[in-house]
């Protein structure tokens, strides 16, 4: 009888363990705390922190704005002291506008992002960086307050 208790504790705590460890997204409790911390959310695609355009864009520009070159500088120090050091940097942008012309400046800003984190000692081969332009709304180009939502880069976190 005792035996059939400790399998059977045993068993749900190896249970739990595993789907704790599941929903950490391959990722130890620290690094996920700090992550969370940061704004990172997990979505189907990983470990994801949305920056909007604001944070970091002027309007149909590529550019990023010297004062935010600070707090991305800063969010890449926490992600490499945590050895999170593989990311996708995706751009995303509305529906105004020529596809292609979007398309371009998506990679355009997802690069000038990818750029600061190398600066910041990030291996280049680490980084991958991808524009989706117009293709993937969080909500419906029906307004300018949703175009703004849409307009944003992604950084996402590779196991």
């Given amino acids: ?8 504790t045993f068993t749900i ?18 690094q ?11 979505t189907n695609e990983g470990w994801t922190l949305a920056l909007p355009e604001k944070l970091l864009f002027g309007f149909d520009s590529t550019e990023i704005q010297e004062s935010h070159k600070a707090s991305l500088n800063r969010l890449s120090s926490q992600l490499q002291k945590y050895d999170l050091d593989k990311l996708k940097i995706i751009g995303h942008t509305d529906d105004i506008g020529n596809e292609s012309y979007n398309q ?3 990679e ?5 992002v990818a750029d600061v984190f190398i600066q910041a000692g ?11 332009g117009p293709s993937q709304p969080l ?3 029906n307004s300018n307050e949703n175009r703004a939502i849409n307009r944003r880069v992604n950084i ?3 196991p």
Avoid: D
């Avoid at 355009?108 to 000038?112: G, Y």
């Fill in 156 to 158: 996402i976190i590779i």
């Fill in 122 to 132: 990030y291996k280049q081969q680490n980084i991958q960086t991808f524009g989706r």
């Fill in 13 to 30: 705590l190896f249970c739990t363990f595993l789907t704790a460890c599941m929903n950490l997204g391959q990722l130890n409790y620290k």
């Fill in 32 to 42: 996920v705390h700090m992550l969370k911390k940061e704004g990172f959310s997990l």
């Fill in 108 to 112: 355009k800003r997802a690069q000038n």
């Fill in 139 to 141: 909500v419906q180009n």
């Fill in 1 to 8: 009888m005792h035996v059939k208790i400790i399998k059977t």
């Fill in 104 to 106: 371009t400046l998506s």
